[in-house]
């Protein structure tokens, strides 16, 4: 069993940026798949960026390309979430999740996640 911890939400300016962490620990991550999702309160968790097991497939929602970028770290067991140019509407809890090998857009097909980190972009 994987166990995920996220880091680096807070509040920011609308524009800014901020990075979130993704720490595992009880497995290495070398052969999982990573994805981060988010929720706002009153609205359903949503797909945001994941990233494949060796790193060859990245996949964002639209309204997240070009602002966010997802990577990871093999040695540090870690994954990341680099998020420029905030918007209010990013504002939401931010959640990693895992699932071998291949990427998925569906919340349902990752089989262990985080706490959560909140992040609040202010306008």
């Known amino acids: 069993q994987v166990q995920l911890v996220e880091s680096g939400g807070g509040l920011v300016q609308a524009g800014g940026s901020l990075r979130l962490s993704c720490a595992a620990s009880g497995r290495t991550l070398r052969t999982y798949a990573v994805g981060w999702f988010r929720q706002a309160p009153g609205k359903e968790r949503e797909f945001v960026t994941t990233?494949?097991?060796?790193?060859?497939?990245?996949l964002y929602i639209d309204s997240v390309r070009g602002r966010f970028t997802i990577s990871r770290d093999p040695a540090e067991n870690m994954v990341y979430l680099q998020m420029n140019s905030l918007k209010p509407e990013d504002t939401a809890t931010y959640y990693c999740a895992v699932r071998l090998f291949r990427v998925s857009t569906v919340w349902a097909d990752f089989t262990s996640w985080g706490q959560g980190t909140q992040v609040t972009v202010s306008s």
């Open positions: 990233i494949s097991w060796n790193a060859d497939s990245i």
